[in-house]
């Protein structure tokens, strides 16, 4: 089955207003053909990199986002903030958000609904310590990331989920998964999702990896039977590799 690769920078904190807008001026010179690109600028920089690509087929996402639309939550940014600034996707459930920001599978499925309740799209992200891939139980920690925290949704709102496996121990290491590694565990995520939302949706889904991709690993990685692209953290902060990357999807 053919589905449209997906290449998404993560730019984490990095990045000030002048940095992201002289990233995102080479950026509109990429060359998209059968890819879909989006960026993830810090929130301070979101308005004016969405402004600065209007007219270009790069979509401007977020790095996460709460789960109330408003109210007392101090340094919080809602969906509804979001959507008012016409970003429409959100990533959710990033390693270093479950990791320095304590965020749960619960916290995470909350931010999941209200993505899902404002029509947003979602990259939710999952993936195991390096401890957790030693003990071998892996997949276990997998399947109980999904299905606390993305499971919930019904068939028609998970058409609005891509799944980005991230194993924690290959993100900003250097350390790459390897090719069976890689699918194995795509393959395995690809089954429960039939499993739990049947065949078509399963044969549809997107999921991504992320941990260390480079222009020298992205070919190879994105021809993998179920990898549907990337999300890159540290090599979509510039421009040269983040090209090479998108090159690598283009079809
Ligand atoms: P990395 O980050 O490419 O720098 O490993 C990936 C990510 O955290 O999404």
């Known amino acids: 089955m053919k589905r449209k690769k997906i290449v998404a920078g993560n730019w984490k904190m990095n990045m000030n207003l002048d940095e992201s807008s002289k990233l995102i001026s080479d950026l509109k010179e990429i060359s998209i053909k059968n890819v879909d690109v989006k960026i993830a600028p810090s929130f301070t920089n979101l308005y004016h990199s969405n402004s600065m690509l209007t007219s270009s ?48 599978n619960q916290i995470l499925s909350k931010k999941v609904t209200s993505a899902i309740q404002h029509s947003m799209q979602v990259i939710f992200c999952v993936g195991e310590e390096l401890s957790e891939r030693e003990n071998n139980n892996y997949f276990e920690v997998i399947k109980t990331q999904l299905k606390e925290g993305v499971f919930h949704v019904d068939s028609d709102q998970f058409k609005n989920i891509i799944i980005a496996y991230e194993p924690v121990w290959a993100i900003g290491t250097g350390m790459t998964a390897n090719s069976q590694q890689i699918q194995e565990m795509h393959k395995f995520i690809r089954d429960l999702v039939q499993n739990y939302f049947g065949d078509e949706i399963s044969q549809n889904i997107k999921i991504l990896y992320g941990g260390s991709v480079k222009p020298n690993s992205a070919k190879e990685i994105f021809s993998l039977d179920d990898v549907d692209g990337g999300l890159i953290g540290g090599a979509s902060l510039n421009f040269s590799d983040f090209n090479s990357i998108v090159e690598a999807a283009n079809e």
Request: aromatic share 8%; charged share 25%; hydrophobic share 35%.
């Open 57 to 104: 087929k790069i979509e401007v996402i977020a790095q996460d986002m709460h789960f109330e639309k408003n109210g007392a939550y101090t340094g919080e940014v809602s969906a509804k903030m979001l959507l008012g600034i016409g970003i429409n996707t959100s990533i959710i459930g990033h390693s270093e958000r479950r990791k320095y920001f304590n965020e749960s």
